[in-house]
């Protein structure tokens, strides 16, 4: 099957977002589409008790892919969803990754990851949608008001770890499938499913498997969903077209081989310690601008289309501010804050390893001190260009402290930034099915994080990768007390139901563009 918009000719593109914005499809055709909707959308209302039930099924499994005493508990929840998509119908196939090694130097099996297909029709697009079923690590002693493995529903919202990120998401998109095979409703589309279980633990071994399937598994899909993210508001509803990459630095700084007493050594050696915090001191100035000369020059400039796109998104800094406790930001208004933190570069440190830690007083120089950085690139930012920029700075820096200890700099983690075009029809048809549910148009954002899987499927397959997201601002993902309402996960379940009706109207419309193109 081909791809049927992704990469058509533009014009064809324009014209279809055209006919969308006119509203030129039949009265008579929009009438069968509401009533069909309403249809669609009653059922989930009152399935919503059972639909709930199913997200405390999946929270109820420890899948924590970060502890490896607990991979079987993943390897049973990517079970039990390869079960769940079975029971559609779906064509399910486990692959298996084998295992991988820890740095203690231990074996461990890597959980399968899904391939499951659910019609072939050629007459209908097919759509892919990616998502996981493991956890970040979780304890109630860790500040979680309820069991963070028991979904608890408190005042309209769902507690659980894993609730928003990403079972609940993946839960509403099998929900939505699961509610058209209720009502004896044909799919309006062909669905694949990419399902993993080591997200939270780095993926290992999918971006091999995905390359060996870009002409087989893949070929097949014309666009590609994830809803591994959140908005940006509470309330509003939003799209996400873009996430920054992240560049991860370790800057080492060696004297000898063993530790000093700083009562006998303190005052005539250069400590390493002393050098590693003045190189770190000198990568950000006060206002948050990085130092190193260069690291902006492939940041594309601001255009006025894309400024306008900041006016109208909803951003509540004060309720930012206040989850994130602080007392003020580096920048004053919304749309400055908005850019820095998904158009602009970044660096944070992390830490400094080999220090002592501990509570107490510990008078010691230590040997050899390890300082961890990151910075959060954007596109058009090239991860080899970064790594050359920092390694000559941070030597440039520490040759004219004059220190005779060992310097090393090494990037032992870089993921590109991922972006997508917000006119291609794909987002067309999101944001339709978003205002069909919500009432509103969304927010076009960017995720300041990282996403990998979202570039990943970018560059393997070349077609489209829209981020969909029902989850809100305030979810919690990877924190304590990790929620998704119950309101957006029943109204995010409707979402997806829209979507693929709305992704089966492009392709009909295209379909008969092509045609009065051809007959003309």
């Given at each position: 099957m081909g791809t049927w918009w992704c990469f058509g000719t533009r014009a064809l593109d324009i014209v279809l977002v055209l006919l969308f914005k006119a509203g030129m499809s039949s009265s008579s055709s929009s009438s069968s589409s509401s009533a069909l909707e309403t249809e669609i959308f009653q059922y989930i209302d009152l399935h919503q008790n059972v639909f709930?039930?199913?997200?405390?099924?999946?929270?109820?499994?420890?899948?924590?892919?970060?502890?490896?005493?607990?991979?079987?508990?993943?390897?049973?929840?990517?079970?039990?969803?390869?079960?769940?998509?079975?029971?559609?119908?779906?064509?399910?196939?486990?692959?298996?990754?084998?295992?991988?090694?820890?740095?203690?130097?231990q074996s461990v099996l890597l959980p399968p990851v899904i391939l499951a297909e659910l019609g072939q029709d050629p007459q209908k697009p097919t759509v892919c949608f990616y998502g996981h079923v493991d956890v970040q690590p979780a304890k109630k002693e860790d500040g979680w008001k309820t069991d963070p493995y028991t979904l608890t529903e408190i005042n309209g919202n769902l507690y659980g770890r894993g609730a928003t990120d990403n079972k609940g998401p993946v839960l509403a998109w099998i929900n939505a499938v699961e509610t058209f095979r209720a009502l004896k409703l044909a799919l309006p589309v062909n669905l694949r499913f990419v399902i993993e279980?080591?997200?939270?633990?780095?993926?290992?071994?999918?971006?091999?498997?995905?390359?060996?399937?870009?002409?087989?598994?893949?070929?097949?899909?014309?666009?590609f969903v994830l809803?591994?993210?959140?908005?940006?508001?509470?309330?509003?509803?939003?799209?996400?077209?873009?996430?920054?990459?992240?560049?991860?630095?370790?800057?080492?700084?060696?004297?000898?081989?063993?530790?000093?007493?700083s009562g006998t050594f303190g005052g005539i050696i250069h400590e390493p310690m002393t050098d590693l915090v003045a190189l770190l001191d000198s990568?950000?100035?006060?206002?948050?601008?990085?130092?190193?000369?260069?690291?902006?020059?492939?940041?594309?400039?601001?255009?006025?289309?894309?400024?306008?796109?900041?006016e109208s998104i909803e951003f509540d800094m004060e309720e930012h501010k206040s989850n994130s406790g602080v007392k003020r930001f580096l920048y004053d208004t919304k749309e400055e804050i908005l850019l820095h933190l998904w158009r602009y570069p970044s660096l944070?440190?992390?830490?400094?390893?080999?220090?002592?830690?501990?509570?107490?007083?510990?008078?010691?120089?230590?040997?050899?001190?390890?300082?961890?950085?990151?910075?959060?690139?954007?596109?058009?930012?090239?991860?080899?260009v970064i790594k050359q920029q920092v390694v000559e700075y941070l030597e440039d820096v520490f040759s004219k402290r004059k220190s005779p200890n060992k310097l090393s700099v090494s990037m032992p983690l870089g993921a590109k930034p991922w972006l997508a075009d917000i006119n291609d029809?794909?987002?067309?048809?999101?944001?339709?099915?978003?205002?069909?549910?919500?009432?509103?148009d969304p927010d076009f954002i960017r995720d300041g994080s990282t996403i990998p899987i979202a570039r990943m499927f970018q560059t393997i397959t070349q077609k489209s990768v829209i981020m969909l997201p029902i989850g809100a601002a305030d979810d919690g993902e990877h924190s304590q007390n990790e929620k998704i309402s119950r309101h957006n996960y029943i109204e995010g379940t409707k979402v997806f139901a829209a979507f693929f009706l709305e992704i089966a109207k492009l392709h009909e419309q295209l379909q008969q563009t092509s045609k009065t193109k051809t007959d003309n």
């Open positions: 709930v039930e199913h997200l405390k099924e999946w929270v109820a499994v420890e899948s924590d892919s970060v502890q490896p005493d607990l991979r079987r508990e993943v390897i049973r929840m990517v079970t039990l969803a390869a079960d769940r998509l079975r029971a559609l119908g779906a064509t399910v196939h486990s692959v298996n990754l084998g295992s991988h090694q820890l740095p203690d130097g279980g080591m997200e939270e633990a780095g993926s290992p071994g999918l971006q091999r498997l995905l390359e060996g399937e870009r002409r087989r598994f893949l070929a097949a899909a014309d666009c809803s591994d993210n959140v908005w940006l508001s509470r309330r509003k509803p939003a799209l996400t077209y873009g996430t920054r990459g992240s560049a991860c630095f370790l800057v080492q700084v060696e004297s000898g081989d063993k530790d000093l007493h990568l950000v100035d006060p206002t948050g601008h990085i130092r190193i000369p260069g690291i902006y020059d492939s940041v594309a400039a601001l255009t006025e289309e894309e400024r306008k796109l900041y944070s440190i992390h830490g400094i390893e080999g220090a002592f830690h501990e509570p107490g007083i510990k008078t010691v120089i230590p040997a050899k001190v390890t300082g961890k950085f990151s910075i959060r690139q954007v596109p058009h930012m090239e991860l080899s029809p794909v987002y067309t048809a999101a944001r339709r099915a978003v205002r069909t549910v919500f009432r509103e």
